[in-house]
Antibody, heavy 121, light 112 residues
Framework: QVQLVESGGGVVQAGRSLRLSCEAS????????MHWVRQAPGKGLEWVAG????????IYADSVKGRFAISRDNSEDTLYLQMTRLRAEDTALYYC??????????????WGQGTLVTVSS | DIVMTQSPLSLPVTPGEPASISCRSS???????????LDWYLQKPGQSPQLLIY???SRASGVPAKFSGSGSGTDFTLKISRVEAEDVGIYFC?????????FGPGTKVDIK
């Protein structure tokens, strides 16, 4: 069965960096676009970043552009989110999600359980 | 950027009765290929979101037929034909036509 397992969250001081990982299993990771979506405590969903099946065409929300970098290692079936210059407003539960398409636009049909990032000021 | 709105933001429902949620986008989500790049998600309490509807009206795998999506351009609707207790949670629409992708604020559905 399809599984997405995030890790790497924790408490970090504002201005520091953190790298999140999402390990995929149960499907052919190399043929799907992938995304990161976050949810601040008690708030709605915010799309953060995405990339194509081959790691190309990376896209970002304005709120993280220039600070976060999405990448993937298709040999390890793993998605990453490198977060730098963290701010208090980046505090959220971070989900990785699979796109139904190899690119974008197909809907996010599988989600992980999320990893919590808390940025202290 | 495309802005998404939903109404109502809170929807108390009676089991067995139908329910309807509206989603509007600030720009048309209809692409030249004829598809509307609008998805619907349900986040049940304490769970990760799950995909209900993609491309405006296609039900995701395993989603019961009581859920249906309709609309085109800037106006979309999610309908639940007969609400059950297991349908409570927050429903979000999301546009995937152009970046940055954007979710609506969510509609909280609970039982009266």
């Amino acid at each position: 069965q399809v599984q997405l397992v995030e890790s790497g969250g924790g408490v970090v001081q504002a201005g520091r960096s953190l790298r999140l990982s999402c390990e995929a299993s149960g499907f052919s990771f190399t043929t799907y676009g992938m995304h990161w979506v976050r949810q601040a405590p008690g708030k709605g969903l915010e799309w953060v970043a995405g990339l194509w099946f081959d790691g190309s065409n990376k896209i970002y929300a304005d709120s993280v552009k220039g600070r976060f970098a999405i990448s993937r290692d298709n040999s390890e079936d793993t998605l990453y989110l490198q977060m730098t210059r963290l701010r208090a407003e980046d505090t959220a539960l971070y989900y990785c999600a699979r796109d139904r398409f190899e690119s974008y636009g197909g809907g996010f049909d599988y989600w992980g359980q999320g990893t919590l990032v808390t940025v202290s000021s | 950027d495309i802005v998404m709105t939903q109404s109502p933001l809170s929807l108390p429902v009676t089991p067995g009765e139908p329910a309807s949620i509206s989603c509007r986008s600030s720009q048309s989500l209809l692409q030249s290929n004829g598809y509307n790049y609008l998805d619907w998600y349900l986040q049940k309490p304490g769970q990760s979101p799950q995909l209900l509807i993609y491309l405006g009206s296609s039900r995701a795998s395993g989603v019961p037929a009581k859920f249906s999506g309709s609309g085109s351009g800037t106006d979309f609707t999610l309908k639940i034909s007969r609400v059950e207790a297991e349908d409570v949670g927050i429903y979000f629409c999301m546009q995937a036509l152009q970046t940055p992708f954007a979710f609506g604020p969510g509609t909280k559905v609970d039982i009266k």
